[in-house]
């Protein structure tokens, strides 16, 4: 089983990004207008989320979710109520405004389960 254009774009769909299909790998990127900035200068915010290896009806799943630090146990919580596996968070960068938070969440599911259980924290940010 792979997963097709026709996928990736229901999948980017869902979470209101624009989606990437190559190599039987799926990119969705979701823009965030966090109003951001790094040394002064506009910096602009996404979460990345990769859709792969699909066998079986189940793929892995996994997302990088840039998240202001005060909404980081929101997203955590939720994330983890709907078992999935959160596996990092951390910032990137130095001399950030407001403080950017990246939490990484992964999963082997159905991508369309995922992409719904995802795109419904995000909704609530």
Wanted: hydrophobic fraction near 45%; aromatic fraction near 6%.
């Amino acid at each position: 089983m792979a997963i097709t254009e026709a996928l990736c774009q229901r999948l980017a769909r869902i979470l209101g990004g624009k989606g990437d299909h190559e190599d039987n790998e799926c990119t969705i990127m979701v823009k965030r207008k966090l109003n951001a900035s790094i040394l002064g200068r506009k910096y602009d915010t996404e979460h990345e989320i990769a859709i792969q290896s699909l066998k079986n009806g189940k793929s892995l799943n996994t997302a990088e979710i840039t998240l202001l630090q005060n909404e980081v146990q929101f997203f955590v919580r939720n994330a983890v109520k709907l078992r999935l596996k959160v596996t990092a968070v951390h910032n990137h960068w130095l001399f950030d405004k407001p403080r950017l938070m990246y939490v990484h969440v992964e999963s082997v599911e159905n991508p369309i389960v995922f992409a719904k259980k995802l795109a419904a924290i995000i909704k609530k940010l």
